[in-house]
């Protein structure tokens, strides 16, 4: 009992070798304080990481839309329809090679 209420009336940090006590608890804390930063950033890391995700599949998709809206654009009758509409027609002969010597 005696010792329970020494304890309870930190005794041990008032002592003769209560500095060696008070060293050790200061230790103790500042590792405690270095384990619940170190556990943040990881935390936070971790959701970096996945909004970093969330943007790279967005973007993806983005990237594949894009190029399949150009694919289309590209085809010859696309690109004729538009040359027709402003006035030039393909032409009914077929290209001339020219040969220099």
């Known amino acids: 009992m005696k010792q329970i209420l020494a304890f ?8 003769e070798g209560g500095l060696r006590n008070w060293r050790l608890i200061f230790t103790l804390s500042l590792l405690a ?8 950033r990881a ?3 971790i959701f970096k990481i996945a909004q970093l995700n969330e943007e790279l599949k967005a ?3 983005q990237f ?3 190029r ?6 590209k ?9 027709e509409q402003k ?11 020219i040969i220099i010597d």
């Open 8 to 15: 309870l009336n930190m005794e041990f940090l008032l002592k």
């Open 33 to 40: 304080m270095i384990m619940i930063e170190s556990g943040h």
């Open 43 to 45: 935390d936070r890391k």
């Open 59 to 61: 973007l993806k998709s």
């Open 64 to 66: 594949v839309e894009n």
């Open 68 to 73: 399949s809206d150009l694919m289309r654009l």
């Open 75 to 83: 085809m010859e009758t696309k690109v004729a329809a538009v040359l």
């Open 87 to 97: 006035g030039v027609k393909p032409s009914q002969e077929p290209p001339v090679k």
